[in-house]
């Protein structure tokens, strides 16, 4: 890819497969923050441009003879691994998680006050992403699938009670928004998950799955931010031409 500082991190993220590692080693939020320029979101990362502008070069180097498949696959296909991926992990971490902060907290809660601050973030994130999840699934994720149906079969689609598949979109990305901040008060808390030098095997792991679910739920909101929602506001278009005809 010719990428330049003015492209977007989600037009990188999404023409270099190897870009969303590059951004995750460096702090730069390429899900919620995709839209930010590479210039912008390397300044708001404290990150030097040049460095960042040679290592996704080298990425784009490793990734020539790939291709990411989720640009390409249907959106059926690609909500079926969002949730048999994505939402099983999440709602099966936050139930692990939660156990795992509440004991550490109790036996290092009192050496490590941010053990509070944190363990109150992700029970307010678990919170938020169950309902989240549930509202994807049982309403927009099944419109898009009818939507894509329509497209194939050259037919027209009921109007949704939600009038537009733009109006969910737009409250989604919003909650993802809204989960993207808690995780980054959680890596700042924890001090980008350092571990701390007398922390238990317990504590050793409380940071490092922290650590994975923030990526996951990085890679998780990428899928859908960056790529299902705007090919399904494309599609509902094309649905609409097909029925004007």
Do not use: W
Not at 3 to 22: D, H, K, M, W, Y
Not at 150 to 166: H, I, Q
Not at 201 to 208: E, K, P, V
Not at 231 to 241: C, D, H, K, L, Q
Request: charged share 20%; proline share 4%.
């Amino acid at each position: 890819m010719n990428f330049q500082s003015s492209n977007t991190v989600r037009e990188i993220v999404l023409a270099i497969p190897g870009a969303t590692r590059v951004f995750e080693q460096a702090g730069i939020d390429y899900c919620c923050g995709g839209q930010r320029s590479l210039t912008d979101a390397c300044t708001k990362a404290g990150v030097s441009l040049a460095e960042m502008m040679q290592a996704l070069q080298s990425a784009d180097a490793a990734s020539a003879t790939s291709a990411d498949q989720f640009t390409t696959a249907s959106l059926s296909e690609l909500i079926e691994h969002i949730v048999r991926k994505h939402h099983a992990f999440t709602r099966t971490e936050i139930q692990r998680l939660n156990a795992l902060l509440d004991k550490v907290y109790n036996v290092h809660g009192q050496n490590h006050p941010e053990l509070a601050t944190i363990r109150s973030l992700f029970q307010k994130l678990g919170t938020e992403l169950e309902p989240h999840m549930m509202k994807e699934e049982c309403v927009l994720f099944p419109y898009i699938t009818t939507l894509e149906i329509a497209v194939r079969n050259e037919s027209a689609v009921a109007r949704p009670p939600f009038g537009t598949v733009a109006n969910p979109v737009r409250m989604m990305m919003f909650e993802h928004d809204a989960a993207g901040e808690l995780i980054e008060q959680i890596r700042i808390q924890s001090a980008n998950y350092a571990v701390p030098a007398d922390a238990c095997i317990s504590f050793q792991t409380l940071y490092q799955a922290l650590d994975d679910f923030a990526k996951d739920l990085h890679l998780h909101i990428h899928l859908e931010n960056n790529i299902l929602f705007p090919r399904a506001i494309e599609m509902e278009g094309s649905v609409s031409a097909v029925a004007a005809r």
